[in-house]
C-alpha cells in the first residue's frame, strides 16, 4: 500500500503483560516517529528513528518502553509489564527525512487497552 | 521547551459560517507549523502548512498565516461545511529541537447543517 500501516489495528492485553506494536512506513521514507494519543489528550511524542538509530529517546515514557527499527524500513514499539496508564492510541509517522519541513504521513493507530 | 496552545473546544458551528481556530506557540528557533486533521474514524493528515514567517498555508479553503511577531498560526476558513467536522491539530517542528513535532491538544469541530 502507499500508505504507513499498523498492526495491530486493536491490543486488548491484560495488566503486566508484554505488547508489541508494529510500524510498517511509506517506502522510501527515511524518518520515523512514534506518538500516543491519550484519550482527550493532544499527541505525545515519543522516540523517532533517522535510519535504524534513535538520537533522542527521552521521550518514552518509562524504561518499560523500547523501540527498534532495522533495515530503515519496519519499526516495533514494545512496552513491557503494561500498566492501565498505557492504554491509548498508538500513532507511527514517517517522513522522506528528519527535517523541520518535511511532513509527517501517520498511520491509522493501534488502539491499546490495558485491562 | 517547545510548546503549542490551541483554542479549547469543542467549536459548534452552522454550515456556511467562518471558522477561527486559534494556534499560538513557543519555541526556541525557527519553527515550521503545521495543522493536521483527523476526521471521523480515520488518521492524522497534513491539512496545510508553512515553514517560514509571513508564509501561508492554504489547502480545501483552510488557511493559516505565519506570524513571527504574534507567534501565531490561526487557522481559518470562510464558510464551513458539514464534512469540515473534525479534530484539528495545530503542530510545530523546530529544527532547534531536533525536528521533534509538538502538538497542541486538538480542537474538535462540528458543523450542522
Known amino acids: 500500500g502507499a500508505g504507513v500501516s499498523q498492526s495491530p489495528s486493536n491490543k486488548v492485553t491484560e495488566k503486566g503483560k508484554d505488547v508489541e506494536l508494529r510500524c510498517d512506513p511509506i517506502?522510501?521514507?527515511?524518518?520515523l516517529y512514534w506518538y500516543r494519543q491519550s484519550l482527550g489528550q493532544g499527541l505525545e511524542f515519543l522516540i523517532y528513528?533517522?535510519?535504524?538509530?534513535?538520537?533522542?529517546k527521552s521521550g518514552l515514557p518509562s524504561d518499560r518502553f523500547s523501540a527498534e527499527r532495522t533495515g530503515g524500513s519496519v519499526s516495533t514499539l514494545t512496552i513491557q509489564r503494561t500498566q492501565q496508564e498505557d492504554s491509548a492510541v498508538y500513532l507511527c509517522?514517517?517522513?522522506?527525512?528528519?527535517?523541520?519541513?518535511?511532513?509527517?504521513?501517520f498511520g491509522p493507530g493501534t488502539r491499546l487497552t490495558v485491562l | 521547551g517547545d510548546s503549542v496552545t490551541q483554542m479549547e473546544g469543542p467549536v459548534t458551528l452552522s454550515e456556511e459560517a467562518f471558522l477561527t481556530i486559534n494556534c499560538t506557540y513557543t519555541?526556541?528557533?525557527?519553527?515550521?507549523l503545521f495543522w493536521y486533521v483527523q476526521y471521523p474514524g480515520e488518521g492524522l493528515q497534513l491539512l496545510l502548512k508553512?515553514?517560514?514567517?509571513?508564509d501561508k498555508g492554504s489547502n480545501k479553503g483552510f488557511e493559516a498565516t505565519y506570524r513571527k511577531e504574534t507567534t501565531s498560526f490561526h487557522l481559518e476558513k470562510g464558510s464551513v461545511q458539514v464534512s469540515d467536522s473534525a479534530v484539528y491539530f495545530c503542530?510545530?517542528?523546530?529544527?532547534?529541537?531536533?525536528?521533534?513535532?509538538?502538538f497542541g491538544a486538538g480542537t474538535r469541530l462540528t458543523v450542522k447543517p
Open positions: 528513528f533517522q535510519g535504524n538509530s534513535a538520537p533522542d
Open positions: 519555541a526556541t528557533g525557527y519553527p515550521s
Open positions: 508553512a515553514t517560514k514567517a509571513d
Open positions: 517506502s522510501g521514507h527515511t524518518a
Open positions: 509517522a514517517s517522513s522522506w527525512r528528519q527535517t523541520n519541513t518535511d511532513t509527517q504521513y
Open positions: 503542530a510545530l517542528s523546530d529544527l532547534y529541537n531536533n525536528n521533534d513535532m509538538r
